[in-house]
């Protein structure tokens, strides 16, 4: 049974900082490529910040300069670093994940809420 397990959501002021976390299990992490997504009310879920099993990084532009992505592959967790926040980050984050090497599959956590306010 796949879990992803996300932490280290919660309501912080415009220009502070949050890190999120996911916990996988049931996954070959290692050879799985992880991924934060969000999803404002309203709007569609879209890509935030990605690593690939070979520590390849992508970002929204949106999070450019502001976020950090990593993982870490003995704990098997990813984590998003965000910084410098702006009450447009404010949405549930998702953890994704599309396991490896073979058979690829997309896997979801339950969602963490991130709301910038002052």
């Known amino acids: 049974q796949v879990q992803l397990v996300e932490s280290g959501g919660g309501l912080v002021q415009p220009g502070g900082s949050l890190r999120l976390s996911c916990a996988a299990s049931?996954?070959?992490?290692?050879?799985?490529?992880m991924g934060w997504y969000r999803q404002a009310p309203g709007k569609q879920r879209d890509l935030v910040a990605a690593?690939?099993?070979?520590?390849?990084?992508n970002y929204a532009d949106s999070a450019k300069g502001r976020f950090t992505i990593s993982r870490d592959n003995a704990k098997n967790t990813v984590s998003l670093q965000m910084n410098s926040l702006k009450p447009e980050d404010t949405a549930v984050y998702y953890c994704?994940?599309?396991?490896?090497?073979?058979?690829?599959?997309?896997?979801w956590g339950q969602g963490t809420q991130v709301t910038v306010s002052s």
């Open positions: 994704n994940a599309i396991s490896g090497p073979f058979n690829r599959r997309n896997y």
């Open positions: 690593i690939t099993s070979g520590g390849s990084t």
């Open positions: 049931g996954i070959i992490f290692r050879f799985s490529d």
